[in-house]
């Protein structure tokens, strides 16, 4: 009797493990899906990783180190992201601080407080959060940042240093990405990767990595072929890169661009689009650049929207902080 309950168990478990990676396609065969790569998971693993380094740090007789996040205006997506920030940076024992303006405040005035933050040596990193409202120039803002302190890796010293595959602070999104596809034991050498999306402060360093030297300085380099694509891809041209490609990575901000029947059977997604839109019930949701529900069902592995990407950019900055608290300790 109990052979035979203990029999059932496991035959529910395998049928539940089995629901969850399997569908029946439009024929009633069961077939594979892809593997879920769990960007939260990670990011907890990385946190706590980092939770004890940190600890460990501090017990060495170091002071915690710090974080500054200013933050310019009112726009309540961005005051969220530095929310989860500041609550990630605090529960791994980073002394993190948010330093709130007017959407009024002059360049100039914003630029003498990240001066201010430069100068202080109780301060390891600084961020300033994007977007910043249109009287201010940006890659002006991203260049006061001293470079040590940019833990963003937006300073123009940083973009050329991993431009060069020098080792250098490297934007968190970026890493997150790079960081997912090692840890997931997603092979990237000498495979076909096509980065959608050229912006410079996510697709750009992507791009890079993907196609550096595994063995040049930096260490990150993952020896793929890159093909990147942009808003003037002809959608004919995305199509094609897209099926031969064996690693597709998406920063678009355009809901459903890739679709299933743009995939190589087997390839890996990584999702790093994040819209808000509403549904037809009226409820707000956040959906990637993947159209998830049928690319699961060809791709090997994939990247959900939300808990995918955006979790680990978090858990990065914060690697990236530690990072900056060491470096700056060792001048
Ligand atoms: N806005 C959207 N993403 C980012 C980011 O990674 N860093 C900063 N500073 N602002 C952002």
């Known amino acids: 009797m109990r052979h035979r309950i203990c029999l059932r168990i496991v035959s529910t478990v395998l049928n539940t493990k089995m629901r ?51 933050i310019v205006g009112q726009d309540p997506a961005s005051h969220t992201y530095v929310k989860n920030k500041i609550a990630a940076a605090t529960e791994i024992g980073i002394e993190a601080q948010t330093i709130k303006y007017d959407a009024t405040l002059t360049e100039e005035a914003l630029i003498a407080a990240i001066e201010l933050l430069n100068n202080d040596k109780t301060v390891d990193g600084i961020l300033v959060q994007l977007p910043l409202p249109n009287s201010i120039d940006e890659r002006r803002v991203c260049n006061a940042v001293a470079p040590e302190k940019d833990v963003d890796g937006f300073h123009i010293t940083n973009v050329g240093q991993l ?74 041209q995305l199509e094609l890169h897209c099926r031969n490609a064996d690693i ?21 997604i990584i999702d790093v689009g994040i819209t808000r839109i509403t549904d037809e019930q009226g409820k707000t949701k956040l959906v990637g650049d993947v159209d998830y529900d049928e690319v699961v069902k060809v791709a090997g592995a994939v990247t959900p929207v939300p808990g995918g990407v955006g979790p680990m950019t978090v858990a990065m900055l914060m690697h990236n902080t530690f990072q900056a608290a060491q470096k700056i300790w060792q001048q």
């Open 20 to 70: 969850s990676h399997t569908y029946i396609d439009s024929l009633g065969s069961a077939r594979m899906m892809a593997r879920a790569l769990d960007g939260k998971a990670l990011a907890k693993e990385i946190k706590d990783e980092l939770k004890i380094k940190i600890h460990n740090w501090i017990n060495a007789g170091h002071r915690a180190p710090s974080l500054r996040c200013i």
């Open 163 to 236: 431009c060069l595959d020098m080792p250098t602070i490297v934007p968190a999104t970026a890493l997150a990405v790079i960081e997912m596809l090692k840890r997931f034991k997603i092979d990237t050498f000498g495979r076909n990767a096509v980065v959608v999306g050229r912006s410079k402060n996510v697709g750009l360093p992507i791009a890079m990595m993907l196609h550096s030297d595994k063995n040049h300085d930096s260490g990150l380099g993952m020896d793929a072929t890159v093909t990147i694509c942009h808003r003037h891809t002809p959608p004919a």
């Open 248 to 268: 597709i990575i998406t920063a678009t901000g355009v809901p459903k661009l890739i679709k299933a029947d743009m995939i190589k059977p087997g390839a890996t």
